[in-house]
């Protein structure tokens, strides 16, 4: 127990600790010219150790030091009702149903298109290609229109933002797959082949259980960049929620602190998704045999 | 092409030719191949690489399809065969699925050929028994020895009904110690399963310990150069390979083997 504790919780520990610490450097550098514009207008001397204290709670800091962003989610989260408006709860709950939807869009959208590549040429030839330029697009050009044409046919909202995500996540399923259900060394197919297997035996005996360790790799990245594309699914509408509208928010009234709880918060969901999948990773792989 | 063979003939080919395509012209693998293998017969087909000894064993499995020629196998084709499950084949790597236990993996070609439960698991235990995995049938593959791994390949071409085993090369990656150990095993599961056997090897005690027949090959093209009945009787321990029969056979398979090479110098 303590040699694991030393082994995993020590190195993220060392790395938080340092990135704290630079953070507050590099608070003190970026808020500590304001605060001597200020007393240069008073005409007074300060001093740096009198600096200091002050760029740690500036109310429009450049950089807000971390005790602040830790605060304002505090405030938002624990000591805001999860109905309020202002609840950052509220928000990225707006924010992870989009996500979620649109990620398992993605993953059925992208293992679909996956076993369709590896059992037809023609779809090998014609559909990669596609799949690999969609990801050329940058998603900030694209996604207003998206939005857009959707609102057309009457989609927004949830659906809408979802569509974002998957438009994203199923590119990494889709590699993913191909690569695993390819995975099969011609031994496999060819002893298979000596039994006088079916397709969908050949399928679900071999080609599915070795993709699965692909699969789960894709989908912590898939996953992450689900949230992304919800996100961004926000931005272009001004949407009335999510973590997208509190970033807006945040920008169109100068309140920094907003933008960085909300960015802090959308890092914590994407890394609880990712822990989920590594933790259902584990799980299946295990039972399989195929984690030692 | 259906052609009927004669009682007890296995496997019967004449004139059989495979030519392949590739970018540096046609390759030979097999040139004028005419061969018959006999019930319950143990043949051996000996050879440096590239002279079509694993090519015949997989047309034999209908993994290669010959260019010229005639092959029957049970008296159909190979693709009948095959399509009716009438071998067992045994690959050069275990090639164990490592997500299931060893008896899971021996249940796999069960499964698939749509065996009643109650049936998979008898025939598992017995094939396990036979290799003398008994104790290891819920390990995973990467629990055990190559050679532990090899013998559960073994089993699992035993499962089904297959009266004809065909082995390419199943020990060529173990060690000398294992191979003489797993030798006398098969030459065991043979005399009782009485299954016939098609084995692929590039090692002459071993070609000549377990054989009936011996069939030495050379490349360049792919062509049989001698057919040797081996003259050993069929209880054979370990020690035989010492005695002047066992020389004499080893002898004339090497003599077999160097006229061959002699065509490329």
Redesign the interface.
């Known amino acids: 127990m303590t040699e694991a504790l030393y082994q995993r919780v020590l190195p993220v520990l060392t790395i938080l600790v340092a990135i704290i610490a630079l953070w507050y450097a590099g608070a003190v550098f970026l808020n500590a010219s304001w605060e001597r514009d200020q007393a240069e207008r008073a005409g007074v001397e300060i001093t740096f150790a009198e600096i200091l204290p002050k760029t740690m709670q500036q109310e429009r800091p450049v950089l807000p030091a971390p005790h602040q962003v830790a605060g304002e989610i505090w405030a938002t989260t624990v000591d805001k009702k999860i109905t309020s408006k202002r609840s950052l709860i509220y928000h990225g709950w707006i924010t992870l149903s989009a996500t979620l939807l649109g990620f398992a869009m993605g993953v059925g959208l992208g293992v679909a298109l996956a076993v369709g590549i590896v059992h037809s040429r023609v779809m090998d030839l014609s559909v990669m290609p596609w799949v690999i330029a969609s990801q050329t697009v940058p998603i900030l050009a694209i996604a207003p229109m998206i939005i857009v044409v959707l609102y057309n046919v009457g989609v927004s909202g949830l659906i809408a933002k979802a569509s974002i995500s998957a438009y994203l996540s199923f590119f990494p399923v889709v590699v993913g797959m191909v690569k695993g259900l390819r995975s099969p060394d011609p031994m496999q197919l060819d002893l298979l082949r000596t039994y006088n297997t079916s397709a969908w035996q050949v399928f679900w005996k071999l080609r599915w259980p070795s993709a699965l360790p692909y699969l789960f790799t894709s989908l912590k990245i898939a996953v992450a960049i689900a949230l992304v594309g919800a996100i961004i699914g926000e931005l272009p509408t001004g949407a009335q929620g999510g973590f997208g509208a509190r970033m807006l928010n945040g920008s169109y009234y100068g309140q920094v602190l907003i933008i960085w709880s909300a960015l802090i918060g959308a890092a914590i969901c994407a890394g609880l998704m990712v822990g989920v999948i590594g933790f259902l990773q584990k799980l299946v792989l295990g039972r399989m045999g195929l984690a030692r | 092409m259906l052609k009927k063979v004669g009682v007890g003939t296995v496997i019967e080919a004449s004139g059989l030719n495979l030519t392949f395509e590739t970018d540096d012209g046609p390759v030979h693998a097999l040139s004028d191949v005419d061969l018959a293998i006999n019930e319950g017969d143990f043949v051996s087909f000996i050879g440096p690489s590239g002279c079509g000894k694993t090519t015949f064993l997989r047309v034999i499995?209908?993994?290669e399809q010959p260019t010229g020629g005639s092959i029957t196998v049970n008296g159909m084709t190979p693709e009948a065969a095959?399509?009716?499950?009438t071998?067992?084949?045994v690959?050069?790597?275990a090639?164990l699925?490592?997500?299931?236990?060893i008896e899971k993996n021996i249940r796999?070609?069960l499964?698939?050929?749509g065996y009643t439960t109650a049936d998979m698991a008898e025939r598992t235990a017995a094939v396990l028994d036979l290799v003398g995995l008994s104790d290891f049938g819920r390990k995973?593959p990467?629990q055990l020895s190559g050679g532990m791994q090899q013998r559960a390949s073994i089993a699992r071409a035993l499962a089904f009904d297959a009266d004809l085993l065909l082995m390419d090369e199943p020990f060529g990656a173990l060690d000398e110690i294992v191979r003489d150990h797993l030798n006398e095993q098969l030459l065991a599961l043979w005399a009782r399963t009485q299954k016939t056997v098609c084995f692929v090897t590039h090692s002459i005690p071993e070609a000549v310990y377990l054989s009936t027949r011996i069939v030495v090959m050379s490349p360049r093209p792919g062509r049989i150069i001698d057919v040797i009945d081996s003259p050993l009787p069929a209880e054979r321990p370990l020690e035989i390979r010492d005695s002047p029969s066992f020389l004499e056979v080893a002898s004339r398979v090497r003599q077999g083997l160097r006229a061959g090479h002699s065509y490329d110098d």
Do not use: N, S, V
């Not at chain 2, 095959?82 to 499950?85: A, D, E, F, I």
């Not at chain 2, 699925?97 to 236990?101: G, I, L, V």
């Open positions: 499995a209908d993994l095959r399509l009716q499950r071998y067992g084949y690959f050069q790597a090639g699925y490592p997500w299931r236990t796999l070609p499964e698939i050929m995973y990467w």
